[in-house]
């Protein structure tokens, strides 16, 4: 895995491991751009993001690590932000970083990923459920904020399917994306979970390379263990579909690698 833009630190208080052990192991597993993207404060689920006035260490502490390691790997700064209505910081817009991942984790509010609130799919409409939450991913690619779209369909996660064809539920948000210029990733921790599937799926990623939308790669590692998790799996995914490039961000400018 040549990039690796989606990784976390336990700032987030549901990660594990100190920086510098990230930043080996993605040199251990021949990865050349390694990005941290924690997941930014907002003041809603507050215990699972780092605190504002974190930000400035956590900043730092990327900065470190990148002229500390300059000539072996190449260390980029992001934030994981949660498209949500009302809840999105400024000061985390406000800085400047290599880039921000755009994700959905919350459908009016209900955190659909947690397996603490699993029990809300017994109450609602599948197919309705899937139609929200690409409308939401097409709200936050209208909105202009984000330069990668994380996890596409991070809703399968517990194998809650659509009846409904997938592709015709996520077209507009596909388009969106495209009219945003945006980038997905592809991500690998859809493998660890229940739905045992990387983010997105094949039948996704055909459409996205229809779409001609740029790709990017994220291990979305929460542990040491899981950077470069299926690192040639995910790749020959890519190439098998079609894509022989992908993305990486420097200050919010894409630049273009093979595969």
């Given at each position: 895995m040549l990039v690796d833009l989606h990784n976390h630190t336990t700032l987030c208080n549901h990660a594990t491991g100190n920086m510098r052990g990230f930043v080996e192991k993605a040199i251990s597993q021949g990865v050349k751009y390694f990005g941290f993207s924690d997941h930014a404060p907002m003041n809603f689920d507050m215990e699972y993001r780092m605190k504002l006035s974190e930000m400035r260490f956590y900043e730092n502490q990327v900065k470190l690590l990148k002229d500390e390691y300059a000539g072996k790997i190449e260390i980029l700064l992001g934030y994981e932000v949660d498209f949500l209505d009302g809840f999105i910081e400024s000061a985390v817009l406000n800085s400047k970083v290599d880039y921000f991942i755009g994700s959905v984790h919350f459908i009016n509010k209900w955190g659909f990923d947690n397996p603490e609130y699993i029990k809300e799919?017994?109450?609602?409409?599948?197919?309705?459920?899937?139609?929200?939450?690409?409308?939401?991913?097409?709200?936050?690619?209208?909105?202009?904020?984000?330069?990668?779209?994380?996890?596409?369909?991070?809703?399968?996660?517990?194998?809650?399917?659509?009846?409904?064809?997938?592709?015709?539920?996520?077209?507009?948000?596909?388009?969106?994306?495209?009219?945003?210029?945006?980038?997905?990733?592809?991500?690998?921790?859809?493998?660890?979970?229940?739905?045992n599937e990387q983010y997105p799926s094949r039948e996704l990623l055909e459409l996205i390379f229809e779409h001609d939308i740029d790709i990017t790669f994220g291990s979305d590692a929460h542990s040491i263990e899981q950077v470069g998790f299926m690192r040639n799996e995910i790749i020959d995914l890519a190439k098998s579909v079609g894509f022989d490039r992908c993305v990486v961000f420097k200050n919010r400018d894409k630049e273009y690698l093979k595969i």
């Open positions: 799919y017994e109450n609602k409409d599948i197919d309705l459920i899937w139609s929200d939450y690409f409308e939401a991913i097409s709200n936050m690619a209208k909105s202009g904020l984000f330069d990668i779209v994380g996890h596409l369909d991070l809703l399968k996660v517990f194998k809650f399917l659509p009846k409904k064809d997938i592709k015709m539920l996520a077209l507009e948000a596909i388009k969106e994306i495209k009219k945003a210029n945006m980038v997905v990733e592809l991500n690998v921790a859809g493998l660890r979970k229940p739905i």
